[in-house]
């Protein structure tokens, strides 16, 4: 439950994937992508890129969609959106854990915008210190805690983007990790 990169000084409207395919094409900002092999799970919103993962389209999705008994996922996609939602909530209530122990950034106050942004910065790194240095803190406690699910944060879908062929292999090695998940939980494989 940590930042790894903050991108501060957008009006708060800007698009979340305008946002993050500046961060990833801008070199100046050294971009922390994942190594080979490793993905960042990221929602719908945003393209399919080398390293990110983003859910199957048109299943179920957010965790409260999986709630009781008669609603945990039956196909491998849902079953690969469940897991994927549920390591998304956790960027989720890293987010929620942030705003509850710096109120400032629920109703920033009227500064200058750059002044804004290096609040944000602060406030993310006030954050991780805490976290790294496991701090008792009753704010992370209540936010880590995995049953609980943040207010979700949407986005709408966008259509994947980049040569069509590299989107195949993103989707083909989502389809895998989706047929592994499966094997290993008795589902049929798509």
């Known amino acids: 439950m940590k930042f790894t990169f903050v991108y501060a000084g957008w009006e708060g409207s800007a ?3 305008r946002v993050f395919t500046t961060a990833l094409e801008t070199p100046r900002l050294e971009f922390p992508h994942p190594p080979p092999g490793k993905y960042y799970v990221v929602d719908s919103g945003y393209p399919t890129r080398d390293g990110y993962l983003t859910p199957f389209k048109g299943e179920r999705y957010h965790l409260n969609d999986y709630r ?31 705003k509850n122990r710096f109120p400032i950034l629920r ?14 910065i602060a406030c993310c790194a006030v954050h991780n210190f805490i976290r790294d240095h496991q701090i008792a ?19 709408a879908a ?8 590299r989107v195949a292999e993103i989707n083909i090695i989502k389809k895998n990790i989706a047929n592994q998940l499966a094997r290993d939980n008795q589902l049929p494989p798509i």
């Open 137 to 155: 803190d009753k704010n992370v406690a209540h936010y880590a805690n995995p049953n609980m699910t943040a207010a979700s944060h949407t986005s």
């Open 107 to 120: 109703k920033m106050p009227p500064f200058a915008f750059r002044k804004q942004a290096l609040i944000v």
């Open 68 to 98: 009781g008994r008669r609603n945990q996922p039956r196909l491998t996609k849902e079953f690969f959106n469940h897991r994927h939602s549920s390591l998304r909530n956790v960027i989720e209530r890293s987010f929620g854990a942030l």
């Open 15 to 17: 698009n979340d994937c």
């Open 158 to 165: 966008i259509d994947d983007e980049g040569p069509s062929d």
